[in-house]
């Protein structure tokens, strides 16, 4: 069977005068894909745009080859969404909410009692599942948003944020829950945080000011910049005639000096030690205010 393929054409979003989502296109396939971006870069709007909450300005979404607008329910169907800020029913528990989400996506009883077992297992909730939502953490809550999202194992999960606020350790179930969950479907996960998603990820874009500047596997990004990472330690009075030189990448402290990653074609200084290249780097070097961007 051919799988899925979701298709972004020169989609399009204004708010007035302000571009959120810049003519962006993109084909994806059962996957998982990170949307790398820094505030304001227009990830939100273009996951809104997916789930069909918000209308294009320009462009179109179609799912299997139909704009998305004209599948109606049928599309509502195969999506699950988790947004970045979700308003929950404070008075029901856990469980009961979770039973609620079920009957409005049309999911029979027993199969949902099953589903939502596994799930809150899933997320670490089955011993809170009774109870009340107001009581929980902003982690417990975002687990329970990524339980609503994956509830009718929707062949399209959408996950705006889904690690913000998780600790580490959920952070790791969090991504072997998805390993497992993506087989054939296609997953889009926004986050800032490079390294939650560089090892689940297929496929990584990113955005900035509404444009799709960057996209392709780890490897493929990382490698645009093989051999240019340097690091230096230095003093504070030497970093500006370094800044000044170089596109810096990051700046970390250490004691009375600065250590400094850098992207340089050739050894910048005696002492420069040279890194392997990370896809944090790509991603700050993207979003670093010197140097070339694009
Ligand atoms: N409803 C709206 N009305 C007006 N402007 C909006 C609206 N929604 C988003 N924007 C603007 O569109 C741009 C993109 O916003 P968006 O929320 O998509 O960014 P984001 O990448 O999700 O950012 P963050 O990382 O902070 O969540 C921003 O400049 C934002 O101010
Ligand atoms: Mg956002």
Known sequence: MKGDELVIDRLTKNF?????????????????????????????????????????????????????????????????????????????????FLFYMASLKGIDKKTAEKRIEELLESVSLSDEK?????????????????AQAMLSEPRVLILDEPTAGL????????????????????VIISTHIVSDIEHIADKILIMKNGELIRSGTAEE?????????????????????????????????????????????????ENAKKCEARLEDLYLYCFNDSGVKK
């Open 130 to 146: 009774k109870q009340k939502i107001k009581t929980f953490s902003g982690g417990m809550k975002q687990r329970l948003g990524i």
């Open 16 to 96: 007035g005068n302000k571009i959120a989502v810049d003519r962006l296109s993109f084909s994806f396939s059962p996957g998982v894909y990170a949307l790398l971006g820094s505030n304001g870069a227009g990830k939100t709007t273009l996951m809104r745009l997916i789930c069909d909450i918000l209308s294009p300005s320009s462009g179109e979404v179609r799912f299997n080859g139909r704009e998305i607008g004209s599948l109606g329910e049928n599309y509502r169907d195969i999506l699950g969404y988790l947004p970045q800020s979700f308003g929950f029913y404070p008075n029901f528990t856990a469980e009961k």
């Open 167 to 186: 600790d580490p350790k959920e952070r790791v179930r969090f991504r072997n829950l998805l390993s497992v969950f993506s087989k054939d479907r296609i």
């Open 221 to 269: 990004l990382t490698d645009k910049i093989k051999d240019r990472v340097y690091e230096i330690s230095t003093s504070y009075e030497r970093l500006c005639e370094i800044e000044e030189k170089y596109t810096v990448i990051n700046i970390n402290t250490e004691g009375e000096n600065a250590v400094i990653r850098i992207l340089s074609d050739e050894k910048p200084t």
